[in-house]
């Protein structure tokens, strides 16, 4: 499956979705994302994953379940 969202593609299998390199961007990435899908368990970019911090902030854009 692929989803477009910030103008970044991303390809989801098995429940991960998976873009390229976000570079310094990441957390706002990730924050997208979570508007369009929902809740991230784990966010990585460029080989390094997003801190616990980032991740709360990220989630706090998430959509919300219906």
Known sequence: A????????WTGYDN????PA???VAKRVCATLAQNV???TAFTAEGKALSA???AYCNKH???AK
Do not use: N
């Open 38 to 40: 929902g809740a991230v």
């Open 22 to 24: 976000a570079g310094d």
């Open 16 to 19: 991960v979705l998976e873009a």
């Open 62 to 64: 998430a959509r919300k």
């Open 53 to 55: 911090d980032d991740l």
């Open 2 to 9: 692929k989803l477009v969202s910030s103008e970044v593609v």
